[in-house]
């Protein structure tokens, strides 16, 4: 990997201005909205994320504009446009995001367009809440917008809050965030501080997700598995390549579920992009504790027990070839190795039999 130099005439992305991060950290929350000078905070959650948020409500006292429990995975245009006219209603003036990726994901949304600032909350590892990206779908085939309105001004990262997420569910976030580690380590934003990001993100995700498998409810394994997905997600807003690219199109097309479609792809995605880019995805390696990181990615979800193939997913083999498509119409050229039809296809194939990495 070439190493960065004083005058290179790079363009580095922007992350969160303010993190707050610790068990009660969530008590913060009333503090947070006065520091941003705001006055009528909107809760946004899914519905099955309602009750949590409803107790950040409580915290927020009457100055609450409400609660909105409608956010759903993939952030459907129709959702963040009819989401935007009810914040605007209820006089909302900042939006605090309670949840994963789907709650983190209709903030932004909303955001997008009435720039009102948010406060994110993460429950999950999905990393979202660091980046100022967002995949909108449309017509049935996720988008990815870019704006500084969607970048939180406030992130609180409470790993109590995650001690009950299931580990299915957590391995699965978890693999999402090791994704990002691997695909912003070669784009040509990632500054030194990102790159550094996502390979200590990467080596803690790693130290951490067995642990959690093996104790749920072990706090010092949450937090860590939560600071290596703090700095996934920091990593991440480098920007983003294939990985990202073949993930969003099985999510938003075929409706696989996010952290799975990441999971079950991302052996394959670092394999292939070790060939371009070995000096890059080879850090990776290292902080895994291994000499190739398809490999020890491979490895690690078959130790979280999660699936490790898209036929198990309920992908079908003629399907193969829409994903290669749409991955290869939607790229936006940060990946080192080609995104062509066949290159895309071959990953498929992979992930679709779950073969190990060779």
């Given at each position: 990997m070439r190493p960065f130099a004083y005058g290179d005439a790079s363009v580095h992305n922007a992350v969160p201005h303010r993190v707050v991060f610790g068990a009660g950290a969530v008590d913060t929350v009333a503090d947070e909205v006065t520091r941003l000078g705001m006055t009528r905070p909107l809760v946004l959650s899914t519905p099955g994320r309602a009750g949590m948020a409803g107790r950040v409500q409580a915290m927020l006292g009457a100055n609450?504009?409400?609660l909105l429990a409608t956010a759903v995975s993939q952030v459907p245009i129709e959702l963040a446009v009819a989401s935007r006219k009810q914040a605007r209603d209820m006089?909302?003036?900042?939006?605090i995001s309670v949840g994963g990726g789907a709650s983190i994901g209709l903030g932004k949304g909303i955001a997008l367009e009435t720039a009102m600032p948010i406060i994110a909350i993460p429950t999950t590892y999905s990393g979202s809440e660091m980046t100022a990206f967002c995949g909108i779908t449309i017509d049935g085939v996720k988008r990815m917008h870019q704006s500084l309105?969607?970048?939180?001004?406030t992130v609180i990262y409470d790993p109590a809050l995650s001690v009950g997420l299931p580990v299915p569910v957590s391995a699965a976030s978890a693999m999402n965030a090791l994704a990002h580690c691997v695909d912003a380590i070669y784009t040509p934003t990632a500054s030194p501080i990102l790159l550094t990001a996502g390979?200590?993100?990467?080596?803690?995700i790693h130290r951490a997700l067995p642990r959690v498998a093996a104790e749920p409810s072990d706090l010092d394994a949450r937090s860590e598995l939560l600071y290596g997905a703090y700095l996934a997600g920091a990593a991440l807003a480098s920007g983003f390549a294939l990985q990202h690219g073949i993930a969003h199109v099985l999510g938003g097309t075929l409706g696989i579920e996010h952290g799975l479609s990441h999971a079950v792809v991302?052996?394959?995605v670092a394999a292939y992009n070790e060939r371009f880019a070995p000096d890059a995805v080879g850090r990776v390696a290292r902080a895994l504790g291994a000499d190739h990181a398809g490999v020890a990615i491979f490895d690690l979800l078959v130790a979280s027990g999660l699936p490790t193939s898209l036929q198990a997913l309920g992908v079908t083999e003629d399907q193969l070839d829409l994903v290669a498509r749409l991955t290869v119409?939607?790229?936006?050229?940060?990946?080192?190795g080609p995104v062509d039809a066949a290159g895309v296809r071959l990953i498929l194939d992979q992930a679709f039999s779950g073969t190990r990495p060779g």
């Open positions: 609450c504009a409400g006089g909302a003036d900042c939006l309105n969607m970048l939180a001004r390979v200590e993100g990467a080596a803690a991302l052996p394959h119409e939607t790229d936006h050229g940060n990946n080192p």
